[in-house]
């Protein structure tokens, strides 16, 4: 993994280990130096080794969540890296000839990854002589250690033993003698196969294609290529790795398989392995693509760039894009400049105006020059080259931590309330300890020992129990991070992937750290709070002073934090994160309530009065603060950030949570006495009633730390069940996705025939086997809507939907044109009238989003959370230019639907425009009533792979999705869920305090009369009390804030809606609930066992 | 001014002077300190006594600079407590004076030698001098061979007598103990008082002492009587035989004039700080 939050990880791990190390540092300097409180804090580890033992768990806790999110991330990023180098073999680079409308995005690129579809599918094929060229031009290049061409095809193969068909195959064709450098080919046993010398129209099996085939040497294949039926003898099977990856691969010699085809000269790419190892090779890539571009360009269209890019217009328009780039991109835009200073382009100029990255920064710029100089630009741009040369292994192995870093920062983000809870724990282990230890620290103080001393030495103390929590952190966090992995393992593989659980040692290194800093900087602030500890109360074991009615520490300390807090929240205007500014509002509400303590005493009122009065106050404004709907109090609405990034949950749930403890904790006596009273005529409970809420409100602290951890962990559950099964609904109705479809074919290659001609003839389905097929074909074009403030082209998706797709889509829309009242007027509209047409929901953006300067058409006028809009015109026409046709857009399509993105019409509309015939088709089939879509959507693909086309069976794709969906709340779920061992921890640790420290108080109450049961059962009140607290502040609170979140989302995807999944949430809260309470038996078992002479005896 | 006020004022250990303190914790103040007056001369062993609830102990831990008073001040050997900071305070603790509690207050996982030794690595001595010192301490109350013996193996007189060295061992100019004897069998109460009174004149330290304990208040050359947070009478009680001949030694205690009751109404603002040495 490269990066966390953004943060690159070498710098993480950098500041990570200088903190550790660097605190470990002045710690040992100074215990060395004052050996006796080291030597006091060291001997107290042991004092009581149960305690120890419950403690050190207690702290691991934050190194837990730390090394499971890395390790997710790790095993995420390892696993995609793994599927890259098995789909890409030893090839560092690919020079293909992309298909123009060939496009993937996020999730796309990782299942094409994971399927060995990543190099094909979106290939035209070339001459071979292209691959001789460039090899004869890079003879000399030492950074290329081989160059070679290969036909790399997904078929459809049967082997005709057995009757095993398989429709995810590789079919890789290589020249007999390939370079070395590419791997070698090897049986089973580990000797050599003579590719060179395979004999005609025989191939070789990897072992992956094997096992898939269930296939032995010999046997006969046949194989469906190119709308051809190749038959093929299997002549040897091959070990896995070296020449063809983990993915299931059928090698044979190129000249073969162009002789089958017959395409003779034709391949679809040229293999570029780079110098060095498989790990050291990717690191020339930029370079050795940097070298092959310029010889892939075309040399007129270089020159035509060069002189559209020479204006003052153009070089102004670059020099002024210089501030807002990267690194990278400002010295190519430099590079540029200094490049256009030439009369005619040069190979650099060439090579950088390929780049990728730069070339779609150019795209939209020399759009609009051409236009304003009527040239053509946008095409000469376009043709700068047919051929490209990806860096294919450096691209994927980008994507794949991409996706790794992705995860973890999710997790990470997640991670945070149970860090958060983790933290509090270690606070109130430490109060605790530092209450057992309450009159020793007295003493100490007595002694001369000064504050910092003190402080000290329980810090030496947490910091042993640090370095070995933090160690059994990391085993455990391993430990969860393979379970979730073993739990995703089933879903995943679905898709074709399968998980390599991995450890990275430096994830290891940086959760080992981390969880100790974080650990430390929590026992650092208990041990500070523990060392202001007045000597007389310590050593006398007497309750803690009240401040004094005259000092003037709550108008320091309130003051300091109101200006923070309201300097924060100014510093933040703007920011997109909610973190600074959620921050400050905390910060000044506090201090403000800290601040109003002497003037509500001079008013007056008690000190507890005026406590519960401010603080009460402040717990309110801060609940207030996040729950009020927006229009309630317009003001706050404006203070308020808005949910724009995932820390907004976590600042959220920390103020909620905060403000419902402060509000709890101050108030706990009147809920007690009220609870008193209802339970005043119960028969004998009423004394377990009054003792068990005796302690939690004396206890204030204490009690407002667990409801907090608790109340936390359950808040966090409920938020993210909340909007999962948001989500979840939203996109797992296969109507509104599919469009009531079941089956999709798609064209492997152009030029098929239409379907329905096809069915006719079909071996294994019939015409009559599908109630409705529709279909929409696709083409790049432009766009231009007049009268907004983007007034250039932008590509667009082009799609046309035939009559039969208009009447019999079940999809419908999230935004109508004003004069079109049903989903079906719209469809009738579209197919009976010329010029109409809908847009899909992801071309419409939201009011609250920002337009992004993109070179992609998005319509304007029209809002995702609109449901009625104007008709909006929109002229389109082909990306070289010539005749522009307008559409009127009467409709936005339901974002949830997957027919494809940009503009839909009727093929009529676009009679009239020069436009060139669709690149793509795909059929929309719905099978007749009766009829299995799986078995269709086999025989589909029997009899239609001569033809170029390919069936997938819709509602297979949905419950993939909803499996990934289900997945993934179920992971997040159980991530957040560690969270509560927290809380449930917590409560342990108060239940068995409670018992040693009322140890006298029950031998009382047992010498009064009071049964064993009795005493164990006002144990187990206690611990419901404070669990069903912190369980209702969590779900109260969860549900509070996920319906103000679903009501901002639904703003831009309006197809989620505000849905409470009570069972999860009871379930969480049961399961909660019952973990409480057998944390809390076994301290009430003792409890109530204590003997009365010998608890009167203690002490 | 006086002639005895001039003298008391040169003499005097610790002073306080319209001494007021107040409890807060319920909902009525309490006034545990009613503005009194107390002045303890160099070398001298004075007991404070009274009922359960008159303030004793709040005035020990006022005057010894353990707690905070609201009104008035104290002088330790001539220095102001009021405006002293925290850390200030620790350090008078850890340099000029010495504790000794009722329930012993010995940390438990430190050996009787650690434990005495404890003060001097506090004021910041080395660590071989410390632990000579603190040994010598212990050699001095009988407990030489204890030396290597955590609490936990000690009788309570014996972890008295460690806590006694452990006061005397940065030999401070003044003691305190609250109830020394308090949670002592009565032979070992005995060998405790007759440990106190040996260091009082062998060394000429400075005890003050707060009990209920008539045995106690025997041995002291001052009586405290207090009442309702304000010192009601002060006695000099009959020496015995073994004071007698140690006074001889000693010289402290008789070196009050007949008039010196130490409770002189001299107004506060009068004195200057930090004059009185």
């Known amino acids: ?1099 | 001014m006086t002639t005895t006020d001039t003298w008391l004022r040169s003499s005097a250990i610790v002073e306080a002077r319209g001494l007021r303190k107040w409890y807060r914790t319920g909902a009525v103040p309490v006034e545990a300190l009613r503005g009194l007056d107390v002045a303890v001369q160099a070398g001298e062993i004075v007991a404070i006594m009274g009922p359960s609830g008159c303030g004793k102990t709040t005035l020990l831990q006022c005057i010894s600079g353990l707690d905070d008073f609201d009104e008035g001040e104290v002088w330790i050997d001539g220095t102001p407590l009021r405006g002293m900071r925290d850390a200030q305070k620790a350090d008078l603790r850890a340099r000029r004076t010495g504790f000794v509690f009722q329930a012993y207050n010995l940390l438990p996982v430190l050996d009787a030698a650690e434990n005495v030794e404890l003060p001097l690595l506090l004021a910041g001595q080395r660590g071989r001098e410390a632990r000579a010192k603190a040994l010598r301490s212990l050699d001095a109350v009988g407990l030489h061979d204890r030396a290597r013996h955590r609490p936990n193996e000690l009788s309570g007189g014996q972890q008295q007598r460690v806590a006694i060295a452990r006061a005397l061992v940065n030999e401070p100019a003044v003691v305190w103990a609250d109830e020394p004897t308090g949670n002592l069998d009565s032979d070992s109460a005995t060998d405790i008082l007759d440990l106190i009174e040996q260091l009082n004149r062998t060394n000429g330290q400075t005890f003050v002492l707060v009990t209920h304990d008539p045995r106690v208040a025997e041995r002291a050359h001052r009586i405290l009587r207090m009442r309702d947070g304000q010192i009601v009478s002060e006695e000099r009680p009959n020496p015995s035989p073994a004071r007698q001949n140690g006074q001889a030694q000693s010289g402290a205690g008789h070196q009050l004039p007949a008039s010196g009751l130490g409770l002189q109404p001299v107004p506060p603002q009068s004195r200057p700080p930090g004059t009185a040495t």
């Open chain 1, 1 to 1099: 993994m490269q990066s966390i939050l953004g943060v690159p990880m070498t710098t993480i791990v950098m500041v990570v280990t200088a903190l550790f190390l660097g605190g470990l540092l002045i710690l040992l300097v100074i215990g060395l130096r004052d050996r006796l409180l080291l030597r006091l804090a060291l001997r107290n580890v042991p004092r009581r080794r149960a305690q120890s033992a419950l403690i050190a768990l207690g702290l691991a806790l934050s190194t837990v969540i730390i090394t499971t999110a890395l390790n997710t991330g790790d095993t995420i990023s390892h696993t995609l890296r793994s599927l890259v180098a098995g789909t890409v073999g030893r090839a560092d680079e690919i020079v293909v000839r992309p298909r123009r409308d060939a496009r993937r995005i996020g999730f796309d690129n990782v299942q094409s990854v994971a399927n060995g579809t990543f190099l094909t599918g979106t290939l035209q094929p070339f001459e071979q002589s292209e691959a001789d060229r460039l090899a004869a031009a890079l003879a000399n290049e030492d950074r290329v250690a081989g160059v070679m061409p290969a036909s790399v095809e997904q078929v459809v193969a049967v082997n005709t033993s057995n009757g095993e068909l398989q429709t995810q195959l590789r079919l890789y064709a290589l020249p007999r003698q390939y370079p070395p450098v590419f791997g070698s080919l090897t049986d089973q046993s580990g000797k050599p196969i003579s590719f060179a010398s395979l004999d005609q129209a025989t191939v070789i099996l990897n072992q992956e294609a094997t096992v898939a085939l269930q296939a032995e040497v010999g046997q006969r294949l046949l194989i469906q290529v190119d709308g051809r039926t190749l038959e093929v003898t299997v002549a040897a099977l091959s070990r896995s790795g070296d020449l063809t990856g983990v993915q299931a691969t059928i090698v044979m010699p190129l000249d073969e398989l162009q002789r089958m085809t017959e395409t003779p000269g034709q391949i679809n790419q040229v293999l570029i392995a780079n110098r060095g190892d498989a790990t050291t090779s990717v690191l020339l890539s930029q370079q050795v693509s940097a070298r092959i571009r310029p010889l892939l360009v075309d040399p007129e269209a270089a020159r035509n760039i060069h002189g559209l890019l020479r204006s003052e217009i153009a070089q102004a328009e670059l020099t002024a894009a210089l501030p807002g780039l990267d690194d990278r991109s400002q010295g190519q835009v430099q590079a540029l400049l200094a490049e256009l200073e030439r009369e005619q382009p040069s190979d650099q100029f060439a090579a950088i105006i390929s780049d990728p990255e730069l070339e779609r920064r150019l795209f939209a710029l020399s759009g609009r020059l051409a236009a304003q100089q009527g040239r053509a630009g946008t095409s000469a741009l376009a043709t700068l080259s047919t051929l490209r040369v990806l860096e294919v292994k450096r691209l994927s192995q980008e994507l794949a931590d991409r996706w790794g870093a992705a995860l973890t920062t999710v997790f990470v983000v997640l991670g945070l309330f149970s860090i958060a809870t983790g933290t509090m724990l270690v606070v109130l282990i430490f109060v605790m300890l530092a209450a057992e230890r309450r009159t020793e620290l007295g003493v100490l103080r007595a002694l001369g020992a000064r504050r910092g001393r003190v402080a000290a030495t329980l810090l030496y103390e947490g910091l042993v129990y640090d370095l070995v929590a933090a160690a059994i952190g990391v085993v455990v966090g391993i430990g969860i991070a393979f379970g979730l992995i073993a739990m995703s393992a089933s879903v995943l593989a679905g898709f074709g992937i399968t998980l390599t659980p991995r450890v990275e040692p430096v994830s290891l290194w940086l959760a080992y750290c981390l969880g100790a800093v974080v650990t430390m900087v929590s026992i650092a602030a208990s041990a500070w709070r523990a060392s202001r500890v007045s000597i007389v109360a310590a050593i006398r074991d007497l309750p803690e002073p009240p401040q004094p009615r005259n000092s003037r520490r709550p108008l320091v300390v309130g003051g300091l934090l109101v200006v923070s807090g309201l300097l924060t929240t100014y510093l933040s205007a703007g920011s997109r994160y909610a973190l600074p500014s959620g921050a400050g509002v905390v910060l000044t509400t506090l201090g403000l309530a800290v601040v109003v303590r002497p003037f509500l005493v001079r008013l007056g009122l008690g000190a507890r009065s005026a406590d519960r009065l401010r603080y009460s106050l402040a717990g309110l404004f801060l609940i207030l603060y996040w729950l009020l709907p927006t229009d309630a109090l317009t003001w706050l609405g404006h203070l308020r950030p808005l949910p724009r990034s995932v820390d907004l949950f976590f600042v959220a749930g920390l103020t909620l949570v905060l403000g419902a403890v402060l509000i709890l904790a101050q108030n706990l006596e009147i809920g007690a006495a009220l609870a008193r009273r209802a339970g005043a005529h119960a028969r004998g409970g009423a004394i377990v009633m009054r003792l068990a809420l005796a302690f939690p409100v004396q206890h204030r602290f204490r009690t407002g730390m667990t409801v907090a951890m608790f109340g936390l962990v359950i808040f966090s559950m409920v938020v993210a069940a909340v909007l999962l099964t948001g989500t979840h609904r939203a996109y797992s109705d296969p109507e509104a996705m599919a469009g009531g479809y079941d089956i999709r074919v798609d064209e492997t290659a152009g030029g098929a025939p239409p379907l329905r001609q096809l069915l006719e003839s079909a071996l294994a389905v019939r015409p009559d086997d599908f109630s409705a097929i529709g279909v929409i074909t696709n083409r790049p074009a432009e766009a231009i809507q007049p009268g907004t403030d983007v007034g250039v082209w932008r590509s667009v998706s082009l799609n046309t939907v035939d009559d039969e797709f208009t009447q019999t889509v079940h999809s419908g829309f999230s935004g109508r044109a004003v004069g079109y009242d049903t989903d079906a007027a719209i469809w009738e509209a579209v197919r009976t009238e010329s010029g109409f047409a809908i847009v899909a929901g992801m071309a419409v953006r939201s009011r609250d989003v920002e337009p992004a300067p993109i070179s992609i058409f998005r319509l304007a006028g029209a809002y995702r959370e609109n449901l009625r809009f104007a008709p909006a015109s929109v002229w389109v026409r082909d990306t070289r230019g010539g005749k522009a046709v307008k559409l009127t857009v009467i409709g936005v399509l339901d974002p949830r639907a997957t027919f494809g993105s940009g503009l839909f019409t009727s093929p009529g509309t676009l009679a009239a425009a020069d436009l060139p015939a669709p690149s793509r088709t795909a059929s929309y089939l719905r099978t007749a009533p009766g009829e299995i879509a799986a078995e269709k959507t086999l025989g589909l693909n029997i009899s239609l792979a001569a033809s170029n086309l390919r069936a997938s069976e819709i509602g297979e794709d949905v419950r993939r999705i909803l499996g990934l969906r289900m997945l993934l709340n179920d992971m997040l779920q159980a991530f957040i869920g560690v969270g509560l061992l927290a809380g449930i921890a917590g409560l342990g640790v108060i239940s068995m305090r409670a018992v040693v420290e009322r140890s006298r108080e029950i031998g009382m109450l047992r010498a009064l009369g009071l049964t064993g049961r009795a005493v164990q059962a006002t144990f187990m009140l206690e611990a419901t009390i404070v669990a069903l607290l912190g369980i209702g502040v969590g779900v109260g609170l969860g549900i509070g804030l996920s319906e103000r979140l679903v009501q901002f989302i639904s703003r831009e995807f309006p197809e989620i809606v505000f849905s409470v999944p009570w069972g999860q949430i009871g379930g969480i809260a049961m399961f909660a609930y019952v973990a409480a309470l057998l944390t809390t038996a076994w301290p009430a078992w003792r409890a109530g066992r204590v003997h009365p002479a010998q608890a009167l005896r203690y002490d």
